[in-house]
Each structure stands twice: as C-alpha cells, then as structure tokens.
C-alpha cells in the first residue's frame, strides 16, 4: 500500500480537511482520524498536508480503501463547491475545472498550481493532470462528484490507461472526463 509524503511546508485550509467528516466512509475512517489528532479541526486554520497524508497512509491499509478515498473526494467537492464564489457556480464543468489550479491554491500554501493541469482535448472531454500528494482514488472522487454534480448528460470518469498511475510509481495520474 501506498505511504504518502510530501514537502513539509505544504499547508491545507482546515475547511478543505472537514470532507474527512462528512463523508460517507466517516465511521470507518473516524479512529484514523483519532489517532493522528485530526479528530477536531478549526476551518479557520491551516494544517500541515502530511498530516492528513498520514491519515490517509492508515486508509490505505484499510479493506475498500478506494471506496473511503471515492467518499471523500466526493464530499470535498459536495463542501467545496457550497463554499465557492457565487460567479464560479455559475460556470460549466469544462469552465470550472479548467480554472481547477485557482480553487487549489485558495485551498493549499507553499505549493504550487501546476499540481493540477487541466486541458480540454474536444469540447466534450477534458483531461486531468494530476500531481498532487493526495490518493489517486480521492482526486478521482473530486473530479467524479463535480461532473454529477454539473453535467446534465451521460458522462464517464475513469483513469488514462496508458499511463502509469502516481499511486502504482507513476509520475503522475491522468483522469479523463467525457460527455455526452
């Protein structure tokens, strides 16, 4: 199983860790989130990105842990979108997304943007780029809950499969969005 790391000084706003609790999979993740102290987080604050790495190290040794990983990634989008500017509300997915690097460094210091590249490869598919240190299957719950959440047609989000993913000793993990 995977041990995340990343640069120490890698900051995330405690309002990005609360998906951790809100999240389908929360009672079997909860003592996870017990032992590494991340049991009580103050939304105004921010937090070392390792921390939460650790708990997700501690995930990954679970049984279904694509599934805990899906889950929150899908209730970071649910909250991160309530807490988004009215203006980006208003936009499409392909909109969105490709101004996805802005939503990160709103949510993340001492990194960079260039951890998550969006390009549109046809006006109904966009292709993701991901660096992050965060599992590949919680980025996958992201981008899968914000094509629900706006796309109106039939879509499909899956991994490139020609390419090495970052959880398997990739470089990095490319995801796919496609619609109808």
Known sequence: ???YTCDPNIQVTGT??????????????QPV???HK?????????????KMLDVFSDISELPGSMFNFV?????????GYDNLPPEMKKMSLDALLLTYSRIWQQRH?????EMIKTEMVDPHHIRITVTTPYPDDLMYGIFYAYARKL????FTVKYDDNVVRRDEGGEVTVIHINWE
């Open 16 to 29: 990005a860790i609360i998906p951790l609790f809100t999240n389908l999979e929360h009672e079997q993740i």
């Open 33 to 35: 989130l017990e032992k």
């Open 38 to 50: 991340l049991d009580q987080i103050d939304q105004s604050q921010w937090y070392p990105v390792q």
């Open 109 to 113: 210091r001492n990194t960079t943007s």
């Open 1 to 3: 199983m995977p041990h």
């Open 151 to 154: 796309l109106k047609t039939p």
């Open 71 to 79: 889950a929150i990634g899908m209730a970071a989008t649910e909250y």
